[in-house]
Protein backbone atom coordinates (compact mmCIF):
# COMPACT_ATOMS: atom_id res chain seq x y z
CA UNK A 1 0.00 0.00 0.00
CA UNK A 2 2.80 2.30 0.82
CA UNK A 3 4.20 3.13 -2.67
CA UNK A 4 6.88 5.97 -1.43
CA UNK A 5 8.73 7.55 1.13
CA UNK A 6 10.83 10.46 1.68
CA UNK A 7 12.56 12.37 4.14
CA UNK A 8 13.01 15.97 4.63
CA UNK A 9 15.83 17.41 7.37
CA UNK A 10 15.40 21.20 7.74
CA UNK A 11 17.18 23.53 10.14
CA UNK A 12 18.07 23.26 13.99
CA UNK A 13 17.30 19.35 13.39
CA UNK A 14 13.90 19.61 12.02
CA UNK A 15 12.18 16.87 10.62
CA UNK A 16 9.36 15.42 7.80
CA UNK A 17 8.54 12.32 6.25
CA UNK A 18 6.82 11.97 2.71
CA UNK A 19 4.36 8.87 2.04
CA UNK A 20 3.00 7.86 -0.36
CA UNK A 21 0.09 5.38 -0.07
CA UNK A 22 -2.60 4.01 -2.29
CA UNK A 23 -5.73 1.91 -1.27
CA UNK A 24 -8.90 0.62 -3.26
CA UNK A 25 -11.76 2.48 -2.47
CA UNK A 26 -11.74 5.77 -0.57
CA UNK A 27 -11.22 3.95 2.93
CA UNK A 28 -13.86 4.86 4.81
CA UNK A 29 -14.37 8.71 3.61
CA UNK A 30 -12.25 11.72 4.21
CA UNK A 31 -14.06 12.49 8.04
CA UNK A 32 -12.77 8.99 8.95
CA UNK A 33 -9.17 9.19 7.47
CA UNK A 34 -8.84 13.06 9.39
CA UNK A 35 -9.63 11.33 12.26
CA UNK A 36 -7.19 8.64 11.71
CA UNK A 37 -4.82 11.19 11.25
CA UNK A 38 -5.33 13.49 14.35
CA UNK A 39 -5.02 10.38 16.51
CA UNK A 40 -1.79 9.57 14.46
CA UNK A 41 -0.64 13.24 16.26
CA UNK A 42 -2.51 12.58 19.52
CA UNK A 43 -5.05 14.60 18.61
CA UNK A 44 -8.60 14.15 19.43
CA UNK A 45 -11.44 13.21 16.72
CA UNK A 46 -13.19 16.39 14.93
CA UNK A 47 -17.05 17.03 14.20
CA UNK A 48 -18.05 16.63 10.78
CA UNK A 49 -18.97 20.79 10.45
CA UNK A 50 -14.78 21.12 11.55
CA UNK A 51 -13.73 19.54 8.64
CA UNK A 52 -13.79 22.25 5.78
CA UNK A 53 -11.78 24.47 8.32
CA UNK A 54 -8.54 22.30 7.58
CA UNK A 55 -9.47 21.34 3.84
CA UNK A 56 -9.49 22.71 0.59
CA UNK A 57 -9.61 21.58 -3.21
CA UNK A 58 -6.66 21.38 -5.56
CA UNK A 59 -6.86 20.17 -9.58
CA UNK A 60 -4.53 17.43 -10.21
CA UNK A 61 -4.24 16.92 -13.99
CA UNK A 62 -7.97 17.64 -14.21
CA UNK A 63 -9.22 15.43 -11.33
CA UNK A 64 -10.23 17.62 -7.96
CA UNK A 65 -7.70 16.05 -5.17
CA UNK A 66 -8.59 17.30 -0.67
CA UNK A 67 -5.88 19.00 0.57
CA UNK A 68 -6.05 18.35 4.41
CA UNK A 69 -3.98 20.48 6.70
CA UNK A 70 -3.98 20.56 10.54
CA UNK A 71 -0.74 20.86 13.37
CA UNK A 72 -1.01 20.39 16.68
CA UNK A 73 -0.97 23.49 19.14
CA UNK A 74 2.21 22.23 21.11
CA UNK A 75 5.15 19.96 21.33
CA UNK A 76 4.82 16.68 22.07
CA UNK A 77 6.91 14.72 24.47
CA UNK A 78 10.59 14.42 22.84
CA UNK A 79 9.84 17.28 20.46
CA UNK A 80 10.80 20.35 20.45
CA UNK A 81 7.88 21.87 17.80
CA UNK A 82 4.34 21.46 17.27
CA UNK A 83 3.59 18.95 14.96
CA UNK A 84 1.86 19.68 11.26
CA UNK A 85 0.61 16.92 8.85
CA UNK A 86 -0.85 18.02 5.15
CA UNK A 87 -2.47 15.39 3.28
CA UNK A 88 -3.74 15.10 -0.18
CA UNK A 89 -6.39 12.88 -1.06
CA UNK A 90 -6.23 11.90 -4.63
CA UNK A 91 -8.63 9.67 -6.02
CA UNK A 92 -7.91 7.58 -9.41
CA UNK A 93 -9.56 4.23 -10.99
CA UNK A 94 -11.26 3.39 -8.19
CA UNK A 95 -8.55 3.94 -5.30
CA UNK A 96 -7.64 6.45 -2.88
CA UNK A 97 -3.67 7.86 -3.60
CA UNK A 98 -2.22 9.57 -0.05
CA UNK A 99 0.30 12.11 -0.10
CA UNK A 100 1.21 12.97 3.24
CA UNK A 101 3.85 14.94 4.84
CA UNK A 102 4.13 14.67 8.85
CA UNK A 103 6.52 16.55 10.94
CA UNK A 104 7.72 19.96 13.11
CA UNK A 105 5.21 22.40 11.89
CA UNK A 106 7.93 25.04 10.58
CA UNK A 107 9.71 22.63 8.44
CA UNK A 108 6.05 20.99 7.35
CA UNK A 109 5.10 24.40 6.64
CA UNK A 110 7.69 25.56 5.05
CA UNK A 111 8.00 23.02 2.42
CA UNK A 112 4.02 23.08 1.52
CA UNK A 113 4.01 24.55 -1.56
CA UNK A 114 6.56 22.34 -2.76
CA UNK A 115 4.40 19.22 -1.69
CA UNK A 116 1.58 20.78 -3.91
CA UNK A 117 3.68 21.39 -7.17
CA UNK A 118 4.89 17.53 -6.36
CA UNK A 119 2.02 16.44 -6.10
CA UNK A 120 0.16 18.52 -8.95
CA UNK A 121 3.43 16.94 -11.11
CA UNK A 122 1.77 12.81 -10.93
CA UNK A 123 0.42 11.65 -13.95
CA UNK A 124 -1.07 8.25 -14.02
Do not use: C, Y
Not at 77 to 89: C, E, F, L, N, W
Amino acid sequence: MRRATFFVKGADGQSAEIAISAFPGDVGGLMANVNRWRGQLGMGPMAPDEVASITSDMDVNGTKATVVDFHTDKAPAGKSDPQRMIVVTLPHEGNSWFFKMTGDAPLVGAQKDALLQFVKSVQF
